[in-house]
């Protein structure tokens, strides 16, 4: 049969997600979700947005500006509500980088950006991490116009930079737009937010995805100078003014109201993710230094395919990113401490039947 798609849409890659199985009931530890439900005040706000559901929700999102803004310390022209902060990365790609001014992003980072430029024809610039995996900034000092993006901490590797190094890059280019994508940041990265007021060319992206158990509900935000956040908001409403419903903002905002318990849940996320980390080495796993809710781990002795194939068979999913410096590497999200133990004590049954 004819296609009927236009010509500049036939080859662009689409991103693959992670598998949301439906076959049976799995240890999910493919997709960065939080293994920790929503809070009870979320579920009632949740509950109460429901009711009105015939009404369209409030394109400029202005409660949930207003409370992210105190939260911030900042204006709620400073923030963007968005869906998922996937959209903030569309909307910056699409706004700041074309086929001559190129995005500057690493080799082995979120897959959803080549998506982006191949999307929006935009040039990609890949610059190589190193062999260990961490990032050298410097590439990212003295260039010309165009976007710069790093996920801070990065992805799949969890590795994180410091505050230190964005600002040196925000002031050493400054005719870039520095767009840090923050989605695993409150697992122990340091937040480049305070310098979002110093630098008008820093975009940081938010979710609420990871950190405030709200992958199913789709919200993110921008944080960013006024001007930089209205244009953002320009293309927000050349495409879909109402990326945001109402299911969304009002929990939202009760996430933000009951912050301590999505921060506990986010200390036991790190302190799970480091128990895990020591209990992989035992068992001759070498991994990166992560900081976000998922650890990344070789393994010497079996490779990446074949350890997610016989987790897989043994109910429990993660992810393996297929490329050629990730092919070695599973990715395994942070579950509670019992999804963990499982996890181990599948891994040390796969390694000594392996031997
Ligand atoms: N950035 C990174 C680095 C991610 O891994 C993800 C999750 N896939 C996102 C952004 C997007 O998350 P969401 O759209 O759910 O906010």
């Given at each position: 049969m004819n296609s009927f798609l236009i010509s500049k849409y036939k080859d662009v890659e689409p991103y693959v997600p992670g598998e949301q199985p439906r076959d049976k009931k799995y240890i999910k530890l493919n997709t960065n979700e939080s293994p920790y439900p929503p809070s009870d005040r979320v579920l009632r706000a949740v509950e109460e947005s429901a009711k009105n559901l015939q009404l369209y929700p409030d394109p400029a999102c202005r409660?949930?500006?207003?409370?992210?803004?105190?939260?911030?310390?900042?204006?709620?022209?400073?923030?963007?509500?968005?869906?998922?902060?996937?959209?903030?990365?569309?909307?910056?790609?699409?706004?700041?980088?074309?086929?001559?001014?190129?995005?500057?992003?690493?080799?082995?980072?979120?897959?959803?950006?080549?998506?982006?430029?191949?999307?929006?024809?935009?040039?990609?610039?890949?610059?190589?991490?190193?062999?260990?995996?961490?990032?050298?900034?410097?590439?990212?000092?003295g260039l010309g116009s165009g976007l710069i993006v790093i996920a801070n901490p990065n992805a799949p590797t969890g590795i994180a930079i410091g505050v230190c190094e964005i600002e040196k890059i925000c002031k050493e280019s400054p005719d870039c737009v520095v767009l840090i994508d923050e989605a695993y940041v409150e697992f122990g990265a340091?937040?480049?937010?305070?310098?979002?007021?110093?630098?008008?060319?820093?975009?940081?992206?938010?979710?609420?995805?990871?950190?405030?158990?709200?992958?199913?509900?789709?919200?993110?935000?921008?944080?960013?100078?006024?001007e930089r956040i209205r244009e953002l908001e320009t293309l927000k409403y050349t495409l879909n003014p109402y990326s945001v419903n109402r299911t969304a903002l009002a929990a939202g905002i009760a996430a933000v109201e009951d912050i301590e318990y999505y921060r506990n849940n986010c200390r036991l996320v790190a302190k799970t993710r480091d128990k895990t980390a020591e209990k992989l080495k035992e068992l001759g796993f070498e991994l990166t230094d992560s900081k976000a809710n998922f650890v990344?781990?070789?393994?010497?002795?079996?490779?990446?395919?074949?350890?997610?194939?016989?987790?897989?068979?043994?109910?429990?999913?993660?992810?393996?990113?297929?490329?050629?410096?990730?092919?070695?590497?599973?990715?395994?999200?942070?579950?509670?401490?019992?999804?963990m133990n499982q996890l181990i004590a599948a891994l040390a049954k796969i390694l000594t039947t392996n031997h």
């Amino acid at each position: 049969m004819n296609s009927f798609l236009i010509s500049k849409y036939k080859d662009v890659e689409p991103y693959v997600p992670g598998e949301q199985p439906r076959d049976k009931k799995y240890i999910k530890l493919n997709t960065n979700e939080s293994p920790y439900p929503p809070s009870d005040r979320v579920l009632r706000a949740v509950e109460e947005s429901a009711k009105n559901l015939q009404l369209y929700p409030d394109p400029a999102c202005r409660d949930l500006r207003a409370t992210l803004a105190g939260s911030l310390g900042l204006k709620p022209g400073n923030i963007l509500p968005t869906n998922g902060s996937d959209e903030v990365l569309s909307l910056s790609f699409m706004a700041y980088a074309h086929d001559e001014k190129p995005a500057y992003y690493a080799d082995v980072t979120y897959g959803f950006y080549d998506v982006l430029s191949g999307l929006f024809g935009v040039k990609a610039e890949h610059f190589a991490l190193e062999n260990d995996f961490t990032i050298d900034i410097n590439r990212y000092c003295g260039l010309g116009s165009g976007l710069i993006v790093i996920a801070n901490p990065n992805a799949p590797t969890g590795i994180a930079i410091g505050v230190c190094e964005i600002e040196k890059i925000c002031k050493e280019s400054p005719d870039c737009v520095v767009l840090i994508d923050e989605a695993y940041v409150e697992f122990g990265a340091e937040s480049c937010v305070g310098l979002v007021q110093k630098y008008p060319n820093l975009i940081v992206s938010r979710t609420y995805s990871k950190s405030m158990s709200l992958a199913g509900a789709r919200l993110g935000y921008a944080i960013a100078n006024e001007e930089r956040i209205r244009e953002l908001e320009t293309l927000k409403y050349t495409l879909n003014p109402y990326s945001v419903n109402r299911t969304a903002l009002a929990a939202g905002i009760a996430a933000v109201e009951d912050i301590e318990y999505y921060r506990n849940n986010c200390r036991l996320v790190a302190k799970t993710r480091d128990k895990t980390a020591e209990k992989l080495k035992e068992l001759g796993f070498e991994l990166t230094d992560s900081k976000a809710n998922f650890v990344f781990c070789r393994h010497p002795g079996v490779p990446a395919s074949e350890l997610s194939d016989k987790l897989r068979k043994v109910g429990i999913l993660v992810r393996h990113f297929t490329g050629e410096r990730t092919n070695d590497w599973l990715r395994i999200s942070v579950g509670t401490p019992e999804d963990m133990n499982q996890l181990i004590a599948a891994l040390a049954k796969i390694l000594t039947t392996n031997h």
